[in-house]
Nanobody, 126 residues
Framework: VQLQASGGGLVQAGGSLRLSCAASGRTFSSYAMGWFRQAPGKEREFVATITWSGGSTYYADSVKGRFTISRDNAKNTLYLQMNNLKPEDTAVYYC????????????????????WGQGTLVTVSS
């Protein structure tokens, strides 16, 4: 599967953005999906994940209550709605797909994913 993330940009603190990840190739609905981010000088970190059906989600504590992950299997698209953005949310955001079956919490590990998109930059100004 090929993944293309989009929707990043510059936003003021407290603002909102919605990221999208368009998938092509193999059946999108057969993959668990996740969002990760990497800030300058830092390691890539888990943000959120959603199971193939959309029935279960899991978030990093740092974004819980502010971000919402969702998917539209009919449109082969993954979303990340980001509200109340903070300067510390500034990072390149990556979407990823996993064709393996794990407990939803296990998808917080980057090595659970087989495919990665190219990333989209989110910059939050204070």
């Amino acid at each position: 599967v090929q993944l293309q993330a989009s929707g990043g940009g510059l936003v003021q603190a407290g603002g909102s953005l919605r990221l999208s990840c368009a998938a092509s190739g193999r059946t999108f609905s057969s993959y668990a999906m996740g969002w990760f981010r990497q800030a300058p000088g830092k390691e890539r970190e888990f943000v959120a994940t959603i199971t193939w059906s959309g029935g279960s989600t899991y978030y990093a504590d740092s974004v819980k209550g502010r971000f919402t992950i969702s998917r539209d299997n009919a449109k082969n698209t993954l979303y990340l709605q980001m509200n109340n953005l903070k300067p510390e949310d500034t990072a390149v955001y990556y979407c990823a797909a996993s064709d393996s079956l794990y407990r939803v919490t296990s998808y917080r590990a980057a090595d659970r994913y087989n495919y990665w998109g190219q990333g989209t930059l989110v910059t939050v100004s204070s």
